[in-house]
């Protein structure tokens, strides 16, 4: 190996790491965000956050470049970010109308299954139940616990996402990838209200059982009826709010 491909593997190395410790910031910062232990409107220091985890100004910039476009954080010339308010009722609507139709359109396409689909879709409907329950114990002891809480709504994301994967239309799964950033914010706001994990691990077991039938408009049915569900139980807990 020459020298000049030694140069080039060492910056790639480079450029990994520093991908890495990034992601690992803006984890770090999201669980803070989804947290609530920051008022909406509350100015964030980049310098603050890089002191408080030990890192660079650099990663902490990317990150909350990256945070702006799940609507969490928002950025005012010479000002930099503040942490963006909930969603409105009208708001969250919206951004289920169009999850409504991404998810049902990617259902109907991916329409009939495959079998890497359904064995794909039956392990993160396994990962979503393993986690729920975890959140169920938690919430039956009284204590929310972030952390869990976010590992759930992460597995609920990988379970639809294994749909757009097998969709056949990379746009529409860009537009969901956009969309997902977006929910983090609808998922602020449940937090520490949610309550319909067994409605949610039920419905994901009916999306399932669909797309393992004959009938062709049932996976589309059971996934439309799921999006509908928890939409209407979003808007409960933001009225509630």
């Not at 991908?19 to 984890?27: C, E, I």
């Not at 308010?85 to 289920?96: G, V």
Request: glycine share 6%.
């Amino acid at each position: 190996m020459s020298d000049g491909e030694t140069r080039g593997l060492g910056a790639l190395q480079g450029s990994i790491e520093r991908r890495g410790l990034r992601d690992h910031v803006y984890d770090r910062i999201l669980q803070l965000l989804l947290s609530g232990e920051v008022a909406p409107g509350a100015r964030l220091s980049i310098d603050t956050i890089a002191r408080q985890l030990e890192v660079s100004p650099t990663p902490v910039r990317e990150a909350m470049v990256q945070l702006e476009r799940t609507g969490l954080v928002t950025r005012e010339a010479l000002k930099g970010y503040r942490v963006a308010p909930p969603l409105r009722p009208s708001q969250l609507a919206e951004l289920f109308d169009a999850r409504l139709m991404l998810e049902s359109t990617a259902t109907r396409l991916a329409t009939p299954a495959t079998p890497a689909l359904l064995s794909e879709l039956r392990a993160a409907q396994d990962q979503h139940r393993i986690a729920g329950e975890r959140v169920i114990a938690t919430l039956s002891g009284g204590t929310p616990d972030v952390a869990l809480t976010t590992a759930y709504f992460a597995a609920d994301a990988a379970f639809h996402r294994v749909v757009f994967d097998h969709c056949g239309n990379r746009y529409l799964t860009d537009m969901s990838e956009t969309l997902g950033a977006q929910l983090h914010r609808m998922r602020q706001a449940a937090l520490h209200g949610i309550t319909d994990v067994r409605e949610a691990m039920a419905e994901h077991e009916a999306i399932v059982e669909a797309f393992a039938a004959d009938d062709a408009r049932a996976p589309e049915q059971a996934m439309r009826r799921h999006i509908e569900l928890v939409r209407s139980r979003s808007l409960d807990i933001e009225r509630a709010g």
